[in-house]
């Protein structure tokens, strides 16, 4: 087989953990922030954000956005610091982490980081589904230096993962409004993280086929 013709999973484990990086912080910070609650709201505090905790409140969902925000600024300037180009989803994440963040910590209200999952996906879907429309395939500007496949096969794939975006965001709405904070900061992890790798599986089966079809067809003319 072509080297073109295989995925480097490494690179994409290595990819996902590094996108996976705030949700990760934001999981660890929301534990240790309730878990060390009188501490937190000490540490809000002295940061000038004491309107972010009110007294007996559970301080974690805040102090995990003050987390998430650093951590995205972190991500973007280790990309540069390694002389890397910052891809334009980075940038957008950024944002909707800023905007959703500063409003959940400024106006007190957990509300607006919930949403901001939703709204990164739904951005997302809306990018891949209003390219379609106007004839181009943003999965196979991404992942075309990897691997050759049938214009047929580059479409299904990216209906797929527009499709899937437009799904995540309304589970996390789903499980944001129905369920506890603690119910969906466990969701925004692990089951995001669940969802997202039987996707990718189960997209990688439908890739195989055509790969190997593909090179089969391709000794076959040699």
Not at 109 to 138: C, H, M, Q
Request: aromatic share 14%.
């Amino acid at each position: 087989m072509g080297c073109k013709h295989h995925l480097n999973e490494k690179s994409i484990m290595k990819k996902l953990l590094f996108d996976l990086f705030p949700v990760i912080i934001f999981f660890i910070a929301y534990k240790i922030g309730d878990a060390n609650a009188e501490a937190t709201r000490a540490f809000m505090a002295g940061i000038g954000l004491p309107q972010a905790v009110g007294a007996g409140e559970k301080p974690g969902i805040y102090l995990a956005t003050l987390v998430a925000i650093v951590a995205s600024f972190a991500q973007i300037g280790w990309v540069k610091l390694r002389g890397h180009k910052v891809e334009i989803m980075l940038w957008v994440s950024l944002g909707i982490i800023v905007v959703f963040g500063g409003a959940t910590l400024w106006l007190h209200d957990e509300s607006f980081i919930k949403w901001k999952p939703t709204v990164l996906y739904w951005i997302f879907s809306a990018i891949i589904f209003g390219a379609a429309a106007l004839g181009r395939n943003v999965i196979r500007n991404l992942m075309g230096a990897q691997m050759e496949l049938p214009g047929p096969a580059w479409s299904r794939l990216n209906a797929s993962w527009g499709g899937f975006f437009a799904f995540m965001g309304l589970a996390n709405l789903i499980v944001a409004f129905n369920f506890s904070t603690d119910a969906w900061v466990n969701f925004k992890l692990f089951g995001s993280l669940g969802l997202m790798l039987v996707f990718v599986v189960g997209q990688s089966m439908m890739l195989t086929r055509y790969l190997n079809k593909a090179d089969l067809e391709k000794e076959e003319k040699q």
